[in-house]
C-alpha cells in the first residue's frame, strides 16, 4: 500500500502521510521524496488536510530537517495539518515551529483525533 495516499474520514478528505515505524533512515528519505511527487501533482489551492503520522519512527536531526523541509515544500498546498507523534517533547517542538508552516499545524498522540481535527477544518476552498 502506498504510505501517501487520500484516506476519507466523517466523509471529509485528507492526505495521509504514514512514515510511521520506519527505522531505515534511507527508507524514511525515499518516503518523503514520494510524499513530495504526490503533492506535486496537486493543484496548488492551499486546500488539502494533511495527516503525517510518525509514531514508531526513527527520528534523527537529518530526518527532522527533511520534515521540515517537506512542510515548506507543501505550504501553497495545505490548509492544515495534523502531526501524529507520541513524543510529549516532539509534540512541544511541533507547537513550537508550527508559527512559521504558513498554514495551521496541530500535533497529536494518537491518528483516530487527529482524524477528528482535521474532519473539522474547512478552508473555503475545500471542496
Keep these: 500500500m502506498q504510505r501517501t495516499r ?15 515505524h520506519l527505522r531505515d533512515p534511507a527508507e524514511i528519505f525515499r518516503e518523503i521524496e514520494a510524499a513530495k511527487a504526490f503533492i506535486s501533482a496537486l493543484p496548488r489551492r492551499k486546500e488539502l488536510r494533511t495527516l503525517t503520522d510518525g ?10 530537517r527533511a ?4 512542510a515548506a515544500y507543501a505550504t501553497p498546498y ?18 513550537a515551529a508550527a508559527a512559521a508552516a504558513g498554514y495551521e499545524v496541530q500535533p497529536f498522540a494518537e491518528v483516530d483525533a487527529a482524524k477528528e481535527w ?10
Design 78 to 95: 495545505v490548509a492544515a495539518a495534523a502531526v501524529v507523534t507520541p513524543s510529549k517533547l516532539r509534540r512541544l517542538g511541533i507547537r
Design 6 to 20: 487520500f484516506v476519507e474520514h466523517r466523509g471529509e478528505r485528507i492526505l495521509l502521510m504514514d512514515f510511521s
Design 118 to 127: 482535521l474532519a473539522a477544518r474547512r478552508p473555503a476552498t475545500v471542496r
Design 55 to 64: 509514531t514508531g519512527s526513527r527520528y534523527d536531526a537529518d530526518m527532522l
Design 67 to 70: 520534515l521540515k523541509e517537506l
